[in-house]
C-alpha cells in the first residue's frame, strides 16, 4: 500500500522527484518508477492475500471477510486519503482489522475483545500517519487532496496530534481497571500498564510538535513522523511484554 501509495502522490504532484529529504520515499528518490512500484504493490497484494488463503484451513471461514477487508481497504487507500479517510483506513487495518485477523488464526474463532484492545495500537498509529499529513498541509492543498489535517488546520491538528498519542495509555488505564472490576471483557494483567514506561517519549512528541515553528532542531518537525514510529514501536513492545510478564507472574 505505501509503494501504492507514492506512486500516485509523485505522479499527482504532491512528491517532488528526485527532491532529497529524510522522509522522502523510494519512488520520490527515483530509485523506483512509479509503474514499477505499483507492479511491486500488485505482487505483494496476491502474495499476502494466497498467505491467507492458505490459513483459513486452520482459521476458518470469519479470516477471509477479515483478510477481503484489509485488502479492499490498502487497495483503496489512495482514494481514501485524498478524501480524509486516510486516518480512518489506517486505524482500520493497523488496529482492528489487523488484531481481529491475528486472533482468529491463533484461536479459530472471531471475537470483538482483541479488537477492542487494539485501539490504543491503532491510534499510535495514526498519530503517525498524521504527523505526516500534518507537515505536508501546504503542498497537499496546493494539489487539491483533502487530509484530516488539512481540514483540522494547524490548530486542530495540534490538539487532534496530542490526543491520538496520549487516549493510547489512558485508555490502556481505564481498560485494565474496568476490566479487573469485571466491568470490561477478560481482566487484563495489571503488568499491561507497563506500557505508562513509554509515556515520556510521548510528552518528548508533543513538544516537538509544540516548538513546530521554532524547533530546537531543524527537521524535528519535518521527522516526526518517525519519531512517532518510535513512540508506536515502544508501545507495542512494552505491551507484548506486559501481557507476557502478566502470564509468568499470574497477575
Given amino acids: 500500500t505505501n509503494l501504492h501509495s507514492d506512486a500516485d502522490d509523485l505522479e499527482k504532484g504532491l512528491d517532488k ?20 512500484a505499483r507492479r511491486g504493490a500488485y505482487a505483494l497484494y496476491a502474495a499476502g492475500s494466497l498467505l491467507g488463503l492458505l490459513l483459513l484451513r486452520w482459521a476458518g471461514p470469519d479470516l477471509l471477510w477479515i483478510g477481503a477487508a484489509g485488502v479492499a481497504v490498502g487497495v483503496l487507500y489512495s482514494v481514501l486519503k485524498y478524501r480524509a479517510l486516510g486516518d480512518l483506513a489506517v486505524f482500520v487495518n493497523f488496529g482492528l482489522l489487523a ?51 488539512g481540514l483540522l488546520g494547524d490548530g486542530g491538528s495540534m490538539l487532534y496530534y496530542c490526543l491520538l498519542v496520549c487516549v493510547p495509555f489512558v485508555y490502556t488505564l481505564a481498560g485494565v481497571a474496568l ?9 487484563m494483567p495489571w503488568t499491561l500498564l507497563a506500557v505508562w514506561l513509554a509515556f515520556p517519549l510521548a510528552l518528548s512528541r508533543m ?16 521527522t516526526l513522523d518517525g519519531g512517532t514510529a518510535q513512540l508506536n514501536m515502544a508501545f507495542g513492545l512494552l505491551s507484548v511484554a506486559g501481557l507476557l510478564l502478566g502470564r509468568a507472574l499470574g497477575a
Avoid at 19 to 25: A, D, L, M, N
Avoid at 179 to 187: D, I, K, T, V
Wanted: charged share 15%; net charge positive; aromatic share 6%.
Fill in 207 to 222: 513538544r516537538r510538535a509544540a516548538r513546530r515553528r521554532a524547533p530546537a532542531a531543524p527537521l524535528d518537525f519535518v
Fill in 179 to 187: 476490566s479487573r472490576r469485571g466491568l470490561a471483557g477478560p481482566a
Fill in 99 to 149: 488484531t481481529a485477523g491475528a486472533w482468529t488464526v491463533q484461536t479459530g474463532s472471531f471475537s470483538m475483545v482483541p479488537a477492542a484492545w487494539s485501539v490504543p495500537a491503532g491510534l499510535v498509529v495514526v498519530a503517525i500517519l498524521h504527523a505526516n499529513n500534518w507537515r505536508d498541509i501546504a503542498s497537499d492543498r496546493a494539489g487539491g487532496i483533502r487530509t484530516m489535517a
Fill in 17 to 36: 522527484p528526485g527532491e532529497i529529504t529524510p522522509v522522502t520515499g523510494a519512488v520520490a528518490r527515483l530509485w523506483l518508477t512509479p509503474a514499477l
